[in-house]
């Protein structure tokens, strides 16, 4: 089983920037592909941005190309999702995923493990 906790959430103003934070203690994290998704009220949860295993690959929404980077620090277990920008069409709750994968996955189904969800709003 492995645990996905987000962290860095919260209010913002149109144009501003939020970083995301996404820890997976324990496992072979260097090992799963992560990827980000986010959920608005009334909508279906969409595909934000996704890293392979090595971080040498990423792939963005073309809602988000420009304005976000996701990364990640192996050592540490964690993703990042540095949010720049922002829009309030942004506001939603963001996801972290995982897959023990070598590919980059960028459908919803394609991944194992959910975190909780951190909640990103942005004003106009």
């Known amino acids: 089983q492995v645990q996905l906790v987000e962290s860095g959430g919260g209010l913002v103003q149109g144009g501003g920037s939020l970083r995301l934070s996404c820890a997976a203690p324990?496992?072979?994290?260097?090992?799963?592909?992560m990827g980000w998704f986010r959920q608005a009220p009334g909508k279906e949860r969409e595909f934000v941005a996704a890293?392979?295993?090595?971080?040498?690959?990423?792939y963005y929404a073309d809602s988000v190309k420009g304005r976000f980077t996701i990364s990640r620090e192996n050592a540490k277990m964690t993703v990042y999702l540095q949010m720049n920008s922002l829009k309030p069409e942004d506001t939603a709750v963001y996801y972290c995923?995982?897959?023990?994968?070598?590919?980059?996955?960028?459908?919803?189904?394609?991944?194992?493990?959910w975190g909780q969800g951190t909640q990103v709003t942005v004003s106009s």
């Open positions: 890293i392979s295993w090595s971080g040498g690959s990423t």
């Open positions: 995923a995982a897959r023990y994968s070598t590919l980059l996955p960028v459908v919803r189904e394609e991944y194992d493990y």
């Open positions: 324990g496992g072979a994290f260097s090992s799963f592909a």
